[in-house]
């Protein structure tokens, strides 16, 4: 896709959220697995614009990682929103066209809403929002002729003000030549000093310039300065992704409890019982089954595998076409090829394990020595039995079967049977004998 050359967008994620009560930054916060502003930079890259530029703090340097590879400018301090956008001046000099700007704290934003907010033929645009709660949001205020007069924001704002539902979601587009101009004009508003961008609405009008707005859908211009509202955010992001697996041909048992990540991908013909949980990072292919109480992170499941209850599958994990992979079982950074079977009470680390094999219950691979991690090659059509413990490295040889209960520290040659455990002794009549002596029955 070309880039809209005519187009940058500023990101601003400089504020320090003392509302969260966190010693992390607001916006590195998760909302579907992912940073809020990650969120934030997706729906600004959709429009494919020129440059993006973040501003961040001058303590959160992690802020700028969840940017790149796109430009990120420090604020200083922070004085306000004004000021941030000020900040990132140096990085758009040369640049003629639109800008956007958004907040890192509002992850909800669509890309159809910041292209329609941005397509607006007046020099300044606002997007703004009806919320049925206005809570602290900045009130705004039209014209007779139906455009943007004022933006007052909620401290400032009088109970007749306060009354207006009309709200400032935070994100505006300029004309680059009349955002530095304005922004040169505005004075500090309070006591700390701060220069906000809502200002620039009055100022632009008081030049004779005209601002447009657009109205956007409450939840999606959602801004999240707590927890609370972080867990709304959250509700709302799941209910969204979802809607659309469903729309693809997921079918979901009780959507409510599958929890989803941004980036969780999963073609039709899935069934998804209640109670799965994805992290980052999970494909799934048609036709595969997930039971309930699974967790899956970083993984694979190739066409018609089932899955679960109570698996967990962890990153660096392939699970082959039609592998069963059963309950209480952990897999971690390993391929499970196809038609192979784990279907009870293991552990599986740094395995590879063969097609059709099939893994007894209570197979533990003993991958780590207390320093480092160590692998196990299982090959294909093995019989494990179970309670098998599988001290890597070791290789297992195709077509061979392990007794159950065995240790198995050297490898197992193909088509051969390995039994590592004590032989077993009878003791006729022992039993009996016991009882006998202890007086019972
Ligand atoms: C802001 C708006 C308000 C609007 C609301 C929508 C202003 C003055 N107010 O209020 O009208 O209804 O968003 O959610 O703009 N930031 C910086 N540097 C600073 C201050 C803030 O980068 O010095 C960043 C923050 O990281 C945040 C964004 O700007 O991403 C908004 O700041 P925040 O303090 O959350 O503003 P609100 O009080 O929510
Ligand atoms: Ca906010």
Excluded at 57 to 84: F, L, M, N, Y
Excluded at 165 to 194: Q, R, T
Excluded at 370 to 391: E, M, Q, W, Y
Aim: net charge neutral; aromatic share 6%; charged share 20%.
């Amino acid at each position: 896709m070309s880039k809209t050359a005519s187009l940058a967008c500023i990101i601003l994620a400089a504020g320090q959220g003392t509302r969260m009560r966190s010693t992390k930054a607001k916006v590195l916060h998760e909302v579907a697995g992912f940073p809020m502003i990650a969120h934030v930079r997706h729906a600004c890259e959709a429009l494919v614009p020129y440059k993006i530029v973040g501003v961040i703090g001058p303590d959160a340097p992690e802020v700028g990682e969840a940017i790149a590879p796109h430009a990120s400018v420090i604020q200083a301090q922070r004085k306000g929103t004004a000021h941030a956008v000020l900040a990132a001046k140096d990085e758009l000099r040369g640049f003629k066209g639109r800008v956007l700007i958004v907040y890192g704290d509002t992850p909800l934003l669509r890309p159809e809403t910041l292209s329609a907010l941005v397509g607006q033929s007046a020099p300044v645009s606002v997007l703004t929002f009806k919320p049925e709660d206005p809570a602290q949001y900045g009130r705004v205020f039209l014209s007779n002729e139906g455009l943007v007069d004022s933006i007052v924001e909620y401290a400032d704002a009088n109970e007749q003000q306060r009354a207006n539902n009309l709200c400032n979601a935070g994100v505006m587009a300029f004309d680059s030549d009349v955002l530095w101009n304005v922004l040169a004009e505005i004075k500090p508003h309070n006591a700390k000093g701060e220069f906000y961008l809502t200002d620039a609405i009055a100022i632009a009008r008081a030049q004779g310039l005209a601002c447009a707005y657009i109205t956007g859908d409450a939840e999606e211009v959602l801004g999240i300065n707590s927890r609370v509202e972080l867990s709304v955010a959250e509700g709302i992001m799941q209910k969204r992704l979802r809607h659309s697996l469903m729309e693809q041909g997921v079918t979901l048992k009780n959507p409510d409890t599958v929890q989803l990540c941004a980036d969780t991908r999963i073609a039709a013909d899935v069934t998804i019982h209640p109670y799965v949980v994805f992290g980052p990072s999970v494909v799934v292919d048609e036709g595969v089954e997930l039971f309930s109480f699974s967790h899956l992170e970083g993984v694979r499941v190739k066409k018609g595998a089932r899955i679960g209850p109570y698996a967990r599958l962890r990153p660096g994990t392939i699970i082959g076409e039609g592998a069963h992979i059963g309950n209480f079982v952990e897999v971690k950074k390993s391929n499970i090829e196809s038609a192979a079977k784990i279907n009870h009470l293991s552990y599986v680390g740094d395995t590879r394990v063969g097609a059709r094999t099939n893994i007894g219950a209570g197979t533990i691979t003993c991958n780590y020595d207390g320093f480092h991690k160590h692998h196990t090659d299982i090959g294909a059509d093995v019989f494990v039995g179970s309670d098998t413990a599988l001290v890597a490295p070791v290789k297992i040889g195709d077509r061979a079967n392990i007794a159950a209960g065995s240790t198995i520290t050297e490898n197992v040659p193909e088509d051969s049977l390995a039994i590592a455990r004590n032989k077993q002794i009878n003791k006729d009549g022992w039993a009996k004998r016991f009882r006998d002596k202890k007086g019972g029955k």
